[in-house]
């Protein structure tokens, strides 16, 4: 693996189009050793057999997707959800990842109160934290762009993730910082300071903002390269704090998953060297 590459996971959402094992066949091609994985693909491949499959690989499980989903108001609603967060640590333990990825959830149907749903995040935090970190994992929670805010996640602010965070030891709760997520915001270099100055940068993702955007928005993320995110900036902003872990290429996109999936992951490798090193 080249030094400049040593750094570099590739998420399986990139890459989709690819079972577990291609996957761990094309970064083996292309001399990357790291890999953000998502739940479902890992549970259907099964979680022992797939914390195996990267072990034997040699592969380093960055960070598993996703937890989370956290605002309900109805009792049961809330428990579902806190039984599938403890399952989704019990995974993340699996696959010999230190860090499950949180979205944190949207506004309950008929809800409006933004401020009433993120301290519904705080009190299951309050109860998964602990758990997590019994198990050796840290939870993540990542801001989404605020276009988000109303079905998917109501915190959508890097200052609005370590609100939550900042309340549970460092070790047991941090947050993503998502350059496709974040990148608008003028208060992001203060807050990644912030965050790396609490020891909660817990994982740094990279995808590009394009522009117009694609009628899917949530499947919208551009590669490195294709819109208007300065990565190298925010890479310094987040290295100045002495974060020095994996750097993940996270892109929703349904024309790189029409493509070979060995290819993409060489041409990401490729606009990481160019865009963000």
């Known amino acids: 693996m080249?030094?400049?590459?040593?750094?570099?996971?590739?998420?399986?959402?990139?890459?989709?189009?690819?079972?577990?094992?291609?996957?761990?066949?094309?970064?083996?091609?292309?001399?990357?050793?790291?890999?953000?994985?998502?739940?479902?693909?890992?549970?259907?491949?099964?979680?022992?057999?797939?914390?195996q499959l990267m072990k034997d690989a040699g592969l380093t499980v960055t960070s598993l997707c996703r937890g989370g989903f956290l605002t309900a108001t109805d009792p049961?609603?809330?428990?579902?959800?806190?039984?599938?967060?403890?399952a989704a640590v019990d995974e993340a333990a699996g696959v010999n990842t230190d860090t499950l990825v949180l979205v944190s959830g949207g506004l309950p149907e008929g809800e409006k109160d933004l401020y009433a749903a993120r301290e519904r995040i705080a009190d299951a935090l309050g109860e998964l934290a602990p758990y997590a970190y019994e198990r050796g994992i840290r939870l993540a929670i990542e801001p989404l762009h605020p276009m988000f805010a109303s079905d998917r996640c109501v915190v959508s602010t890097l200052s609005q993730a370590l609100d939550l965070a900042e309340r549970f030891p460092a070790e047991q709760v941090g947050v993503v910082v998502d350059a496709y997520h974040i990148w608008w915001d003028d208060q992001v270099p203060a807050q990644i300071a912030r965050a790396g100055a609490g020891g909660r940068i817990h994982s740094f993702q990279l995808a590009d903002w394009i522009t117009p955007l694609p009628a899917g928005v949530l499947v919208g993320r551009g590669q490195l390269g294709d819109g208007c995110v300065d990565f190298r900036t925010m890479r310094r902003q987040v290295e100045a704090t002495g974060f020095d872990g994996p750097i993940e290429v996270e892109i929703f996109n349904e024309e790189l998953w029409a493509r070979d999936g060995a290819e993409v992951i060489g041409e990401v490798a490729a606009r990481y060297l160019e865009h963000a090193c």
Do not use: H
């Open 76 to 86: 049961a609603e809330r428990a579902r959800a806190l039984d599938d967060n403890r």
């Open 2 to 51: 080249s030094t400049e590459l040593s750094r570099l996971s590739i998420n399986q959402e990139t890459v989709r189009q690819l079972s577990l094992p291609e996957l761990v066949e094309g970064c083996a091609k292309a001399g990357i050793g790291q890999v953000g994985l998502w739940r479902a693909p890992v549970q259907e491949y099964g979680v022992e057999r797939a914390g």
